[in-house]
C-alpha cells in the first residue's frame, strides 16, 4: 500500500504504519507522537549549536510579520 520510495519508509509516520500496520492505530499514534517528540528535541538541540539563527517570536503575532520582513532583508 505504499509507494515503493525508501526515503518515504523512513518518515515518520510511514515508518510506524509500516511497523506496525493500519488495524493498531493506539500503538502506531503513540510511537508517531514519541518519535515526533526525538526528532523535535533532535532539531532543536542542533539549532542551539548555530550562531546565526534568528529567533521569532511567535506568540506575538502583530510583529511576526515585521519580524520576518527584518530577517530575510538582513540576509
Same mark, same amino acid.
Given at each position: 500500500?505504499?509507494?515503493? *520510495?525508501?526515503?518515504?519508509? +523512513?518518515t515518520? /509516520?510511514y515508518?510506524?504504519?509500516?511497523?506496525?500496520g =493500519?488495524?493498531q *492505530?493506539?500503538?502506531?499514534?503513540?510511537? @508517531? &507522537? +514519541? *518519535?515526533?517528540?526525538? =526528532?523535535? +528535541?533532535?532539531?532543536?538541540?542542533?539549532?542551539?549549536?548555530?550562531?546565526d539563527?534568528?529567533w @521569532?517570536? &511567535?506568540? *506575538?503575532?502583530?510583529?511576526?510579520?515585521?519580524?520576518?520582513?527584518? @530577517?530575510v532583508?538582513? /540576509?
Amino acid at each position: 500500500r505504499f509507494p515503493q *520510495n525508501p526515503v518515504l519508509h +523512513k518518515t515518520i /509516520g510511514y515508518a510506524e504504519w509500516n511497523k506496525f500496520g =493500519f488495524d493498531q *492505530n493506539d500503538s502506531v499514534v503513540r510511537e @508517531i &507522537c +514519541k *518519535n515526533s517528540r526525538h =526528532f523535535a +528535541k533532535r532539531q532543536l538541540t542542533w539549532f542551539r549549536h548555530e550562531d546565526d539563527i534568528s529567533w @521569532i517570536d &511567535c506568540e *506575538n503575532e502583530s510583529r511576526l510579520r515585521e519580524e520576518a520582513i527584518r @530577517i530575510v532583508s538582513e /540576509g
